[in-house]
């Protein structure tokens, strides 16, 4: 029982997949008053985020993320095809995906649920929006809803 009272205070590990250095920096900014404690990763592309997840090479050391914020548009591996890749992999598919994308595309929304994104977010273009969904997503996904720590290091 100590191990789960510990583990519960223990910080969020976060992984953002986003090419954008702005979203990224704001990313960064809005988790700073977070309710609780996040270790943000970030990849800049998906091929990084699945090497990541992975634990390949220079990211051997990284945990296992306890939720993952996931864009569409991608460099070397889409997002569509990292959610993919995760949610068919036993070891990765309970980890639980947000998309966080430039899309408000019925297709795009329609796809992600299709793979088993836990939910869509259409990222809003400006500032003070972006700043209150990336909240939204703390007050929520981190503080609200009990997420599995299986496979945590």
Known sequence: M?????????????LLVEDSPGDVRLTR?????????????????????????HREGKHADIP???????DL???????REVLEEIKEDPVLMSIPVVILTTSASEQDILRS????????ITKPVDLDGFL?????IDNFWLSIVKLPHEGRS
Do not use: W
């Open 64 to 70: 296992r993320p306890d939720l993952i914020l996931l």
């Open 113 to 120: 649920y299709l793979l088993h994104a836990n939910c869509f």
């Open 73 to 79: 548009n991608l460099p070397k591996k889409s997002g």
């Open 2 to 14: 100590a191990e789960l009272v510990e583990r519960d205070m223990t910080a969020f590990e976060v």
């Open 29 to 53: 900014e809005a988790f700073k008053d977070a309710k609780v404690h996040i270790n943000l990763q970030v990849a800049s592309d998906g091929a990084e985020a699945m090497a990541i997840l």
């Open 132 to 136: 209150k969904v990336v909240k939204s």
